[in-house]
């Protein structure tokens, strides 16, 4: 993932709202939801639910499919991969940070 990508991800995200609506897709997997089912799941109003899915889908981190008369919101577990690699691609200095002997490792 480009850099400037990473940044209009983590921008996406930095808003309670849309990281409610992108965790609740995360939970729901491939199967993804519908707005509505999205709305009422986060009792969030439509419109404003609206606006965060299209902050999401611009970001990369969604996408939308039609199916009949329903729009399918799915989080883009690609690109959310790719965001987590690139933030933890440094960690701990190469060094491997699950292992409770590694001394360089202040996440341990």
């Given at each position: 993932?480009?850099?400037?990508?990473?940044?209009?991800?983590?921008?996406?995200?930095?808003?309670?709202?849309?990281?409610?609506?992108?965790?609740?897709?995360?939970?729901?997997?491939?199967?993804?939801?519908?707005?509505?089912?999205?709305?009422?799941?986060?009792?969030?109003?439509a419109s404003?639910?609206?606006?965060?899915?299209?902050?999401?889908?611009?970001?990369?981190?969604?996408?939308?499919?039609?199916?009949?008369?329903?729009?399918?919101?799915?989080?883009?577990f690609t690109?959310?991969?790719?965001?987590?690699?690139?933030?933890?691609?440094n960690c701990?200095?190469?060094?491997?940070?699950?292992?409770?002997?590694?001394?360089?490792?202040?996440?341990?």
């Amino acid at each position: 993932m480009e850099e400037q990508a990473i940044v209009k991800a983590l921008a996406a995200l930095a808003q309670a709202a849309r990281l409610q609506v992108f965790r609740t897709l995360v939970v729901a997997g491939p199967l993804g939801l519908t707005p509505s089912a999205l709305a009422q799941t986060l009792e969030v109003p439509a419109s404003t639910l609206s606006f965060h899915l299209k902050e999401l889908l611009n970001a990369g981190l969604v996408s939308q499919e039609r199916e009949g008369r329903n729009l399918i919101y799915r989080a883009a577990f690609t690109q959310m991969n790719e965001l987590l690699a690139y933030l933890t691609a440094n960690c701990c200095q190469g060094e491997a940070c699950l292992t409770i002997s590694t001394p360089n490792c202040s996440a341990c």
